[in-house]
């Protein structure tokens, strides 16, 4: 696999090298939280050679480490451009970018509000199960989880369920809303068990300004930027890139899915 990502040709010599395809990740290039399939794999770098490639998600580079990428072969390698947490953490060509920081932006003050009145809340729910892990920092958002990231596969799954019956996620962005309208804050509900929270204007369309920077690095403009997710609707982590008049959008249900589109779409 490692000799394959050394013989991607370069930017400017991919047979559409005006075209990008930005991809989600859970749920769209994997399931949610696992790992994407050899059969993903082998089809994204198919298509590496026909035009740039890149995801964009809201996790941090570690898990995307380990959803995507393999023991041997950081996930650095297997894309043209790796946008963690919409793009606030960037890589090109393998290569780290200049990147935000939410609590700079927000500062501590704030920011420990924010943080003192979601666990306070999380406090006064009353679900199925806890776990642990219910508000992780990252660099430029929170991440909110009423049940806890830790919780198992199993559990997040019957969470799934539960959360479209009592509506746990949508209530608490309300009451979020509600309490600090000042803030500038997005909030955005995706993956199976949490939401993010991070600045207006932070979404995943963050990442399309490096997109655009390419011009000036190596003379490639991205005329053509096809973007792939799964929560498209308004509400979700995908929509404002979904919708973003520089973006032609795909809403998927599957990575199953995708991959029918990408045969579609470039012959593979």
């Known amino acids: 696999m490692a000799e394959v990502a050394s013989l991607i040709p370069t930017l400017d010599a991919r047979p559409l090298k005006n075209t990008i395809c930005l991809f989600d990740v859970d749920g769209t290039l994997s399931p949610a939280r696992r790992s994407a399939s050899p059969e993903m794999l082998t089809l994204l770098s198919a298509l590496r050679h026909k035009c740039a490639i890149g995801y964009v998600g809201g996790s941090d580079l570690v898990k995307q480490q380990e959803q995507l990428g393999t023991p041997a072969l950081p996930v650095t390698t ?34 420990q509000e924010l943080v003192n009145f979601c666990l306070v809340y999380v406090a006064g729910l009353k679900l199925p199960v806890k776990r642990g892990t219910f508000v992780e920092f990252r660099r430029g958002m929170i991440n909110v989880s009423p049940i806890g990231r830790n919780a198992s596969l199993t559990e997040r799954n019957d969470y799934v369920i539960y959360d479209k019956a009592h509506n746990i ?37 963050y990442c399309l300004k490096y997109v655009e920077e ?55």
């Open 169 to 205: 996620r949508r209530d608490f962005v309300l009451a979020l809303k509600e309490k600090f309208p000042d803030y500038g804050l997005t909030y955005s509900i995706g993956g199976q068990i949490s939401f993010d929270v991070f600045p207006t204007g932070w979404d995943k369309t």
């Open 214 to 268: 390419e011009k000036g690095l190596s003379g490639v403009e991205y005329t053509t930027i096809h973007f792939f997710g799964d929560k498209t609707t308004k509400g979700g982590n995908d929509y404002e890139i979904y919708e973003d008049k520089r973006t032609v959008g795909h809403a998927v249900d599957s990575p199953e899915d995708t991959m029918r589109i990408l045969r579609g779409l470039f012959e593979l």
């Open 78 to 111: 297997l894309f043209d451009f790796c946008f963690a947490e919409n793009g606030l953490e960037a890589y090109r060509m393998g290569k780290p970018l200049t990147g935000n920081s939410f609590i700079e932006w927000l500062g501590e003050e704030k920011y």
